[in-house]
DNA sequence: TCTAGAAGAGCTGTTACCTCA
DNA sequence: GTTGAGGTAACAGCTCTTCTA
């Protein structure tokens, strides 16, 4: 493939963000509904001026950024219970070796009175 | 009823492009 | 002007569900 023809697919191609007020849209609609009908796709796209495919694809994408997110809010949850339990366990080991201490002296004592 | 297959929608992973530091 | 990182629109391929003949 010579080298305007990538350029033509790139022009066709061409990648734009969408703009602040679709965005808003979309987002607002999202929080009503993550897996809006078709019928509502259509609607949302006639009413942004976007392919009803554009704004099944943004759904889709959101649904994946919002997963991902909610993932990394449950892992960073875990991880700080994680932390809380090891750091209570390192307490409790560390107050079971004094007991057995204070157990082997008083095993000492007892022995050396017998 | 049961079932095979077509159609549609979603999910996941990836690519390509854009923006910004 | 160049480059690398991060964000995201778009796509591919697969799965799942629903419908129907």
């Known amino acids: ?6 350029a033509s697919i790139r022009m066709s ?3 734009k963000r969408f ?11 999202f929080e ?9 796709k ?11 495919r554009q704004v099944a694809i943004w759904f889709q994408n959101k649904r994946a950024r919002s997963k991902t997110k909610q993932i990394e809010h449950e892992y960073n949850n ?3 219970e994680f932390e809380k339990l090891a750091s209570n366990y390192e307490l409790l080991k560390r107050e079971n070796q004094s007991l ?7 095993k000492n004592i007892l022995g050396e009175k017998s």
């Open 1 to 6: 493939m010579n080298m305007e023809a990538i």
């Open 13 to 15: 191609n061409n990648k």
């Open 19 to 29: 703009s602040d007020e679709q965005i808003k849209s979309l987002e607002f609609m």
């Open 32 to 40: 009503a509904e993550s897996r809006p009908e078709s019928r509502m």
């Open 42 to 52: 259509q609607r949302l796209a006639d009413e942004l001026g976007l392919q009803p």
């Open 78 to 80: 875990l991880k700080a």
């Open 100 to 106: 057995l201490l204070q157990l082997q002296k008083l």
